[in-house]
């Protein structure tokens, strides 16, 4: 044929692939996708019990095996997805969603405004407090004042850190490098999410004071605007927390 000509069978053949290619990626009548979307949620391992990393590097802690669970459910009940875990510093997730590199942040979200992101409804409560050693002088949120506090970099903890009268503030990207910097005496308390706290605290070497710096709810996060994917994460999250299995989970994590 000549150049830039087509037969109409060629025409047809061209058309057909391309309608299946959109059909692909769209969503079927009822909500669900007809080609399962893949969906990559960002995690930062650090925070046991919710985050965290067994001895051979497997992702491990209730925020994994919930995120499972519900996109279990969502396949279950209408929807086509498949789903993998990003490991990312928690100050990174928020811009990674943002930049759409990401689809889900599933690492103890609390609600902040000044996050510009998608918040799922809440499913699990908790609060910032103040971890120390064991035998520390310091006994009260008050004693605070004035001492090196640490926190991990872009949380609520940080925010909190930095409201604590003439503290002199560590932030770091890693809980678990902080709380080896506690235990060596670098810093004089940590900052972080009650049931984290306690967390550590089991093992003898560090106590958590009294009292809350600030109570709040966590949540999961997406891109803003991104409410259809949301729609769904509130479904399943909803079925979760009726089920049997999360009051299992949060016992086996001790939450």
Partial sequence: MKKGSMTKAALAAMMAIAMAGCSSSGS???????????????????????????????????????????????????????????????????????????????????????????????????????????????????????????????????????EIEDAKVTAMQDMGILVETLRSGGIDALILDEPVAKNYAASGTFTVLDGALLDEETHIIAAEGNTELMDAVNKALKAFLESDDCAALKEKYGL
């Fill in 28 to 162: 079927a009548a009822d909500g669900s996708a007809e080609k399962a979307q893949n969906i990559i949620i960002a995690i930062s391992p650090d925070y046991p019990p919710f985050d965290d990393l067994t001895t051979d590097g497997k992702l491990t802690g209730f925020d994994v095996e919930m995120g499972d669970w519900l996109f279990d459910w969502l396949n279950e009940n209408g929807y086509s997805f498949t789903h993998e875990w990003k490991q990312l510093s928690f100050d990174t997730i928020i811009s990674a969603i943002q930049a759409d590199q990401v689809d889900l942040g599933l690492s103890g979200f609390t609600y902040d405004p000044d996050r510009k992101v998608l918040f799922s409804d809440p499913y699990y409560g908790s609060a910032e407090v103040a971890m120390v050693l064991a035998n520390s002088d310091i006994k009260t949120l008050d004693d605070l004042a004035g001492k090196a506090i640490g926190a991990q970099a872009g949380t609520t903890g940080e925010e909190c850190a930095n």
